[in-house]
């Protein structure tokens, strides 16, 4: 980390976040806080933002997004972000975001975009719900032949395309040079990297740094209800996952109904145990430690007594955090000038670098 300079990550708008969201993302942007002097003389800078931007990909009702902004923002308050320490702001109050969106979407190929995994992701899902009725499935061979010409991409958004160049906006406009991402965005930020390589030969200038890929430690959350698929908000079933205001009941719960097995004897296993894998996750996460590590303080425990540990260690972290929410959420104006100032302070980097990037390309600023 001696030579991080200033970091920048995203999180979308979801309302209070789930706990694989805390784990993931937010629990590791804190800790990023905790030693503002990792860029050895100079203070290293970290830029957190609310992308309210991305979220517009899917269809939103707008009173709802902008209720759900102020949730994220409050919650990661209330999580431990400090705006003293962190410059937290909501993606669409800079402009710039916008402006070097279509700059950049300006000179980027259009192969490069149908060759991005959860693009791909997203037709697949598209194609199989066309051919469901004739009892068809998109088969591995297909899924390589799935792009912005065939069939399933006629019903989705643009916004669901050119998402990367977007991404690659937010990090390219604070000029960050380390990017916290998690393993299934490594191929967005690898995007962001052939972008900057591809604008500064067109035009002939070393503008942009090479931004670095911080890999979160924490391993992907998975659903209770179903430990082979991704905690998500967007789940149905709400006991599929835990929310940072879930009550200490409601988590108790939660994870005393969760899947398990009937092997004795405590073990990381996700292949073969992912119920007990996923469980072992939650507890190493929250505890600072690795999965294998609690698995062999816990060998002798039985399954009950595992989801007890486990539930202890959610409590104990999550219970201040929903108490700290609770409080910052009853007190709006507080929370909107927190980020107006951020905002000030994001605007600021940010039109800076717009200036330098328009006068580059040739554009009136």
Request: with cysteine; charged share 20%.
């Amino acid at each position: 980390m001696a030579s991080i300079k200033r970091v920048f990550s995203g999180i979308q708008p979801t309302g209070v976040p789930q706990l694989g969201n805390y784990l993931g993302s937010i629990k590791n942007w804190v800790d990023l806080q905790k030693d503002q002097s990792a860029g050895g003389d100079n203070p290293h800078e970290l830029f957190y933002s609310v992308v309210d931007l991305h979220a517009l990909t899917i269809p939103r009702d707008p009173k709802q997004l902008q209720k759900e902004t102020f949730e994220m923002a409050a919650a990661l308050i209330a999580c431990g972000i400090d705006p003293n320490k962190s410059v937290l702001f909501r993606q669409s109050a800079v402009a710039a975001h916008s402006q070097l969106y279509w700059a950049l979407g300006c000179i980027t190929p259009v192969g490069w975009l149908n060759r991005m995994t959860q693009w791909k992701s997203k037709l697949q899902q598209q194609q199989q719900q066309q051919v469901e009725s004739a009892e068809s499935m998109v088969t591995e061979s297909n899924f390589s032949r799935l792009n912005v010409h065939s069939n399933a991409a006629q019903g989705l958004l643009t916004g669901l395309f050119t998402y990367p160049v977007l991404m690659a906006a937010d990090v390219l406009l604070y000029k960050a040079t380390h990017v916290p991402v998690g393993e299934d965005q490594v191929q967005h930020l690898e995007f962001a990297r052939d972008l900057v390589a591809h604008f500064n030969k067109q035009y002939k200038k070393k503008h942009f740094v090479l931004p670095t890929v911080m890999l979160t430690p924490s391993k992907r959350i998975m659903s209770l209800k179903d430990p082979l698929r991704k905690m998500s908000k967007s789940d149905p079933n709400e006991q599929a996952r835990i929310t940072l205001n879930d009550t200490d009941d409601q988590i108790a719960r939660k994870i005393k109904k969760a899947p398990t097995d009937s092997i004795s004897g405590i073990t990381f296993d996700p292949g073969a145990r992912p119920g007990v894998s996923n469980l072992l996750s939650i507890y190493a996460a929250l505890r600072d430690t690795d999965p294998e590590s609690a698995a062999l303080a816990m060998q002798s425990l039985s399954n009950a007594q595992l989801k007890e540990a486990v539930a202890e260690a959610v409590i104990s972290s999550l219970s201040p955090i929903r108490e700290e929410l609770r409080r910052l959420l009853g007190d709006q104006e507080h929370i909107e000038r927190i980020l107006g100032e951020n905002e000030a302070k994001a605007q600021q980097v940010a039109s800076a670098n717009w200036k330098e990037i328009a006068k580059c390309i040739g554009i009136s600023a």
